[in-house]
């Protein structure tokens, strides 16, 4: 029987959230070079990694003309002007490693970056959705979208393991899409009660979340842990919660008092909070403040599609109220399938952030200096803490508990046997 016009007009869509259905929160063709007048802000972006080592990247910031940024008018290249000055920013203040860091960033850099920010709904610092979603290129753009074919447009520090860090997590995004798509008709499913398209759905979104994981396993072949640690991870880093920049930075000529933003995280990406919302995953005050926090960092469109997901009928419930075994094992599964992503999640972090920072501090206990130069040599600030300023292990396990909490209360007593 065919729904009243009515509701077929109410179905739950990702149109109005610029979400893509080929290409899901990721910006479709970002464009790699901004009008003319913009130049002098290009020249700098592309050069941030060989301008930081050479210590001239400040002094080039410096002496760059203040530009307007109102002849900046399509979507695209508000995007890459927002990257572009990211990258800037990020190299500007961290340019001398955590000991020699500024108060103050330039008003020919704060002004228009703030004036982006502002008409993007992004924080003025480097987010996720800069460094990943809006920053790559195929080299054969008839080619597949995969490593071999994938460049960044704009870099920081690192050499090739920065291109393999936001390339695998681009491809994380990537792999989402199938449930990003379903997401809609689980919404749509519950709402009329049919269980057989819901459960559908929910197997599709499993077996994405499974892709997601095997795209994260990518980041051992692409990414030295050392130099994520030792180089990358500082111009990942905020200020905000952040020991070595307590009192933030003062954006001149935006306004007189320092300002403070989180550095670059996976809290930031929109991918788990719609899977929390949907599947009815709760967190603790703590944790789920941060993760609140973070979706002050995501496109507007994007943080108002995980609002409006958590104001649906309630999943679970619905799964709870169905004699369906299909619909309660999908659930379940999808439940699983969140869950052994974080726990995965939780074995990178401690592979590229906890075990580094062990060694470093031993080899700065024993006074080494050796072929482990550049971890004994890293940040010491944010030893214990992530990029985005959360107590990263302590937090990553939390969420991951609070995932397991979620699932049916049958299974829940099944897995524990």
């Known amino acids: 029987m ?6 077929s007009e109410c179905l739950f869509s990702l149109e109005p959230y610029h979400v893509s259905e080929e290409l899901g929160f ?36 410096n002496q760059m003309p203040l530009l307007s940024s109102q002849s900046l008018q399509k979507h695209s290249e508000l995007r890459l002007a927002h990257l572009a000055l990211s990258a800037m920013t990020m190299g500007y203040v961290w340019q001398e490693g955590e000991n020699d860091t500024v108060e103050v960033l330039p ?12 008409r993007l709904g992004l924080p003025p610092i480097l987010t996720h959705a800069d460094a990943v979603l809006a920053n790559w290129k195929k080299n054969d753009p008839d080619g597949p979208f995969d490593m071999e074919n994938l460049e ?18 681009l491809l994380v995004e990537l792999a989402a899409v199938p449930a990003l798509r379903n997401i809609p008709t689980v919404i749509n499913g519950v709402r009329c009660g ?39 991870r500082i111009y990942l880093s905020g200020w905000k919660d952040n020991p070595s920049m307590p009192k933030g930075i003062v954006y001149e000529g935006v306004q007189e008092e320092p300002m403070e933003y989180s550095g670059g995280s996976a809290a930031q990406s929109s991918l788990l909070h719609c899977f929390d919302e949907l599947l009815g995953v709760k967190h603790e005050e703590k944790s789920g403040a941060f993760l609140t926090r973070m979706r002050n960092y995501m496109p507007p469109g994007h943080k108002q599609l995980i609002h409006d997901i958590s104001l649906q009928l309630s999943l679970k419930a619905f799964v709870q109220h169905q004699a369906s075994q299909r619909l309660n094992e999908a659930f379940q599964h999808c439940v699983q399938k969140l869950l052994a992503l974080r726990s995965y999640h ?14 470093a501090r031993q080899l700065r206990n024993q006074s080494q200096e050796s072929e482990q130069d550049m971890i004994s040599r890293a940040p010491t600030a944010l030893e ?34």
């Open 2 to 7: 065919a729904a009243p016009e009515s509701d």
């Open 26 to 61: 990721i910006l479709p063709d970002p464009l790699e070079e901004l009008p003319p007048y913009y130049q002098p802000w290009m020249d700098i972006a592309l050069q941030v990694p060989e301008l930081v080592h050479s210590h001239k990247l400040r002094l080039h910031i």
């Open 107 to 118: 008003h020919n850099l704060a002004v228009p970056y703030w004036e982006v920010s502002q």
């Open 152 to 169: 960044l447009l704009v870099s920081l520090p690192g050499g090739d393991n920065v291109r393999g860090f936001f390339m695998v997590t």
């Open 194 to 232: 049919d269980t057989e398209a819901v459960a559908r759905a929910l197997e599709e979104i499993s077996e994405s979340m499974q892709d997601m994981t095997d795209a994260l396993k990518l980041m051992h072949d692409y990414v030295d842990p050392s130099v994520f640690y030792g180089i990358m």
């Open 346 to 359: 939780i074995s990178v972090v401690s592979r590229y952030i906890t075990v580094p920072a062990a060694r």
């Open 384 to 417: 214990e803490r992530g990029t985005g300023g959360s107590g990263i292990m302590s937090f990553l396990k939390t969420v991951r508990n609070q995932t397991k909490d979620t699932l049916l209360p049958e299974t829940d007593k099944q897995s524990n046997r």
